[in-house]
């Protein structure tokens, strides 16, 4: 596909719903007695994994445009999936049912895409295995497809998490949930809270100290309505598309502010980004925020930030090459282990366009200002890298083919119409 051209963006953009907490909307919806309705359902094929997973479990959930309704089965009334439980693309829907599914009186089975079955699952497999689950990978690996078998009993868990992963972190949760006693759970740094804050939400107890979490299990929880804010992580395509481009400026309505997911801010101000909040509704940790043109000066991004904007390293390392002088990106190891090498793919296919970047063992370092040049560039069958190379197409004039721009409905299917209606609004 031919990305699309412009020089500046201008105009008002609504970003999709929050992936993280569309997903977990729906599982807890599902765990829950009760009925849960959910507005504002992020509509894009990795929470549609979810969907269809509660459903092939015996869920009764209707879905209707992005309202969903879901009659909440309760951790004891899913029912055993007819065929293996097709999780797609989706590294949150896999991760987080295995914690769900680890006390069920019947098997399932996990498949997946290719990438998702070369994506480590041992970081989930080994605690659960801990507190008494019953699950292993093909062939005796901790991969893909995923068998998790009959278990009726559940101890609770002390761990002490060797990556900084919410995805871990809520396999165990929702484990805890069901295990008998208290579960101890020490963060290695703070990651995205969504499912403390729902495990709330839901009726539930929940104590949270820094990175100490503890729940006592079991609990039963009950079906609640649910608004889903805009996506920062699809936001963050825009912010940096109004910092690099001339001329520019975006309104970006309604995004999701959680404090847990809001690293990208950070980095936007460190490096000297024109971007402020029109209006917050404190309530629902969400914001109007606007961004300008800037001029764009290197940073440091490392330690303790990096599980706050994890998903959005790969435009933010675009964002560095805008910047005058060095930015060095470090401790971010776990982006080679997303839906493609993180680290990699953004640095081979921004050397393509122009960029000066090299990789090190756990990030990047990137020299700018750097002026950008066409050429034929690829997703790598990842959304945010296909993303990524749309905005990077705004600083050149020359033409740029994308390979596999479909990858983008995974978390924002209508990603270039929304870009396409920022160039139009221009005139
Ligand atoms: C997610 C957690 C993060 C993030 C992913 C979504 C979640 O993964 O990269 O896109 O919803 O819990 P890790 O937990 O592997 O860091």
Redesign the pocket.
């Known amino acids: 596909m031919k990305l699309h051209q412009a020089k500046s963006l201008n105009g008002t953009l609504e970003v999709p719903a929050d ?2 907490i569309s ?1 977990r909307s729906i599982m807890f919806g599902a765990i829950a007695k009760g009925e849960t309705t959910i507005h504002n359902f992020l509509e894009a094929e990795d929470c549609l994994s979810t969907l269809k997973a509660f459903q092939d479990l015996g869920v009764h959930i209707v879905h209707d445009d992005k309202t969903v309704t879901i009659q909440g089965a309760g951790f004891d009334g899913l029912k055993p999936a007819e065929k293996p439980l097709d999780m797609g693309n989706s ?2 829907t896999t991760r ?1 049912i295995m914690g769900i599914l680890a006390k069920q009186s019947f098997q399932s089975v996990l498949i997946g895409d290719a990438s998702l079955s070369k994506r480590p699952m041992d970081r989930i497999i080994e605690p659960l295995l801990q507190m008494n689950a019953k699950i292993h990978g093909v062939n005796d690996t901790t991969y893909a497809p995923i068998t998790i078998s009959p278990n009726n009993y559940l101890n609770p868990i002390h761990y002490v998490l060797p ?6 972190k ?1 396999a165990i949760l929702f484990a805890a949930l069901q295990a008998n006693g208290e579960s101890k759970i020490v963060e290695k740094e703070i ?2 809270n ?1 499912t403390e804050e729902m495990i709330k939400q839901f009726g539930g107890s929940i104590q949270v100290e820094g990175k100490t979490i503890r729940l006592t299990g079991p609990q039963e929880l009950t079906g609640q309505t649910i608004t889903v804010p805009g996506d920062i ?1 699809s936001a963050a395509f825009f912010l940096v598309a109004g910092a690099v481009a001339r001329n520019s400026k975006i309104v970006l309505k309604n995004v999701g502010v959680n404090p847990t997911r809001t690293g990208i801010l950070d980095v936007l101000t460190d490096m000297g980004a024109n971007w402020t909040i029109l209006q917050e509704d404190v309530h629902n940790q969400s914001a109007d925020i606007e961004i300008s043109s800037s001029n764009l000066v290197a940073t440091e991004i490392g330690g303790d930030i990096i ?1 706050r904007l ?2 959005e390293i790969p435009v933010i390392a675009l964002l560095a090459t805008q910047a005058s002088g060095t930015t060095v990106i470090k401790n971010a190891e ?1 982006l080679k282990v ?1 839906e493609t090498n993180r680290i990699d793919a953004t640095a081979k296919e921004l050397r393509k366009l122009g960029a000066s970047i090299e990789t090190t063992q756990d990030g990047l370092i990137i020299h700018g200002p750097t002026a950008f040049h066409g050429g034929q560039v690829s997703s790598h069958g990842d959304h945010r890298i296909g993303m990524m190379l749309q905005i990077a197409a705004l600083l050149t004039d020359e033409p740029i083919e994308l390979e596999h721009p479909e990858a983008v409905s995974i978390s924002y299917p209508q990603f270039f119409d929304d870009f396409d209606h920022l160039i139009d609004k221009e005139g």
């Open positions: 992936k993280s997903h590294g949150t987080l990556v900084a992963s919410a995805q871990v809520s990651s995205r969504h992580s599980p994890i998903d776990e997303k």
